[in-house]
């Protein structure tokens, strides 16, 4: 008779009683070059992240040079005094690095990542970038024709398109903010060398800069490898720039931007509300994650699952520039599309469904499932040292304590579902919207007047 095989079963794992998790809380110091330094140590994360903020604003941009900011930023990893385009790229990628750099309303922001072994090295060309960044006419032209390349793209993509009309809606045609962020055909195309370098000398130095460091620092001497490489870097003293008044008008309205032919429209509605220093922004956050922030929103609810006119629509509040005195200022806005034969009836059921809000309010279980997908994701969202950094430097551009985030989530899980509902009303109050549709007009404009909700005009797609 054959003896049958047994098996020894391991005990089944269990899991560990939970910790509780708060936002990193960064360490500050000061370099000698006043070069404001935060770091952050997180044990484990062999990728470094180093986030450099430079008081750059786009309003600094001088007049008819829109875009000079962004082609500066794309020229600081285009060669420096000790190396070529090609060999500081080389230089790079031999210590695992990538740097990246943009620049937006409150500034220009360069992002480096690399092993935390390979870290001395990749702060030193970091360094070079920021000390002396060759700026070579033929990289600046490069930059350039790549940039007026980019253009024609993005004035095709409906998304794009969309943004670009409601900034010119919403701000006075003498603000910075109604213009496009890395600048038009025409004030690009005159961008050279000398225009790079001149606002480069004017508006970078580390006295008015900020570095953030986030990563596993076991056995690195942070103190003596910044100040052998960012420590280096000189410049003049300098107050930072005032930041001026956000300016901009939500009378209720509709553009449409022509597109014969369209088979969808592109919507975004918008205004103008408070930055994150009003104590209104977590229940903001928390009625605007309710309304537009994922599957299970009111807005995805009706017109995605009932009604089947989009694959999506989501609400969300975007800082465009802060500041302490409460002068900031954010962009409220929805944004999604829908089939061109049901944009007439996508729009009524979607001021429908702000009356209905207005009206009823929140449900306390909505209010419960925003809280926990806010707050109960946050230790997956910041997993990484990039996500820690880029929030850091994010606290930072925006002129908020360094402990925000952490404050943030207590506060969330603290707003109730009152609280939420008149914040997220008084966001998107149906008479006051700037509506954009990016379609064919020839379609959609009927219906869309006959809804009621603004003057509708028409502008050609360029």
């Known amino acids: 008779m054959t003896e049958l095989a047994t098996m020894d079963f391991h005990p089944q794992p269990q899991a560990g009683e939970a910790r509780p998790w708060a936002f990193p809380a960064p360490e500050r110091t000061t370099l000698g070059n006043g070069l404001t330094v935060l770091r952050c140590h997180r044990p484990g994360q062999q990728i470094v992240a180093v986030e450099v903020l430079l008081d750059a604003p786009l309003e600094a941009e001088p007049a008819g040079l829109d875009g000079v900011a962004t082609i500066t930023a794309r020229a600081f990893s285009e060669g420096t005094d000790k190396h070529s385009a090609e060999e500081f790229a080389a230089e790079l990628e031999r210590c695992g690095a990538t740097l990246d750099a943009y620049a937006d309303h409150p500034g220009i922001r360069l992002s480096l990542e690399v092993p935390a072994s390979r870290l001395a090295k990749a702060l030193g060309l970091l360094a070079d970038a920021l000390r002396a960044p060759a700026f070579a006419d033929s990289e600046i032209e490069r930059l350039v024709r790549n940039r007026l390349d980019e253009i024609p793209h993005e004035l095709a993509n409906p998304s794009r398109r969309a943004a670009k009309e409601l900034s010119k809606e919403l701000f006075p045609a003498t603000s910075r903010m109604s213009r ?11 961008i050279d060398s000398a225009a790079v370098r001149a606002f480069y000398e ?62 969808q429209t592109q919507l975004l509605i918008g205004r103008v509300g408070a930055d994150r220093h009003d104590r209104v922004w977590a229940a903001q956050v928390l009625g605007a994650y309710c309304l537009g922030g994922t599957l299970t929103s009111r807005l995805d609810r009706v017109l995605r699952e009932e009604k089947g006119y989009t694959y999506g629509v989501r609400s969300f509040a975007q800082v465009l520039r802060s500041a302490p005195d409460g002068t900031g200022a954010s962009l409220l806005a929805i944004s999604g599309s829908v089939d061109t034969p049901n944009t007439g009836p996508a729009l009524q059921d979607l001021w429908t469904v702000l009356r209905t809000l207005a009206a009823e309010g929140l449900t306390d279980a909505e209010r419960d ?46 707003t109730g579902t009152v ?18 549709l990016v379609g064919d ?13 603004g003057e509708v005009a028409v502008v050609a797609a360029e």
């Open 180 to 190: 496009p962020r890395q600048g038009s055909e025409e004030t690009v195309a005159v």
């Open 202 to 263: 004017k508006h970078v130095r580390p006295a008015t800069a900020t570095t953030v460091v986030v990563g596993d620092l076991t056995g690195t001497d942070l103190d003596e490898l910044l100040g052998d490489t960012l420590g280096a870097w000189t410049g003049s003293a300098a107050q930072p720039r005032p930041v001026p008044p956000v300016v901009a008008d939500d009378t209720g309205r509709v553009v449409i931007v022509d597109r014969p032919g369209a088979v």
């Open 369 to 414: 499932v925003a809280v926990q997908n806010l707050v109960g994701v946050a230790p997956l969202k910041y997993e990484t040292a990039a996500a820690v950094a880029g929030t850091l430097a994010d606290q930072v551009e925006q002129h908020l304590p360094d402990d925000y985030q952490a404050e943030l989530y207590r506060r969330l899980a603290a």
């Open 419 to 436: 609280e939420a509902t008149a914040a997220v009303v008084n966001a998107f109050p149906v008479d006051r919207l700037v509506t954009v």
């Open 441 to 453: 007009a020839a379609k959609i404009k009927e219906p869309v007047e006959a809804l009621g909700i």
